[in-house]
């Protein structure tokens, strides 16, 4: 009787990394095209054996932080929201341009390149980071497509 006690509390341990998902966000900035709206890029890397999903982005730099993504209508990428951002087991998400991405809408004050602010992150799984953004000029940056242009 005891034995099956303790076999049951090894299972409770072992069952924990599963839960608590190693996530971790690289390659993290901000872009802001006009005084009105911006857009967060990063990249969501998922070092856990269970999946999760990115359910909701928040802010305080904006009336409403939502999650994006964008897709092809009539030959034109539009932009529009959607319920969550799946972030695979082993694997990464990309929050790039013409992409996924976490959209700010109603800019309480336009964001200048270089101005820096936090933006939290919720997980399907409980899971939250908050992760410093960094607002990067207009063109040029440090995206995925500079190291190609030096
Ligand atoms: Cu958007």
């Known amino acids: 009787m005891f034995r099956i006690f303790a076999m049951a509390a090894l299972a409770l341990i072992a069952a924990q990394p599963a839960i608590a998902a190693d996530l971790t966000v690289t390659d993290a900035y901000a872009r802001s095209g006009n005084p009105n709206t911006g857009a967060a890029f990063m990249t ?5 054996d269970t999946p999760d999903r990115l359910v909701e982005a928040r802010s305080d730099v904006a009336r409403k932080t939502e999650l994006h993504t964008h897709v ?75 190291a190609a242009t030096e």
């Open 44 to 48: 969501v890397v998922n070092a856990g």
């Open 72 to 146: 092809i209508s009539d030959g034109i990428a539009r932009m529009r929201p959607v319920d969550a951002i799946e972030i695979p087991a082993g694997g990464e998400a990309r929050l790039e341009r013409g992409g996924d991405h976490v959209m700010f809408i109603g800019l309480h004050e336009p964001l200048p390149p270089g101005a820096t602010f936090p933006v939290e992150l919720v997980f399907e799984s409980g899971r939250s980071l908050t992760v410093e953004l960094t607002v990067e000029g207009p063109g040029g940056g440090m995206g995925h497509g500079g």
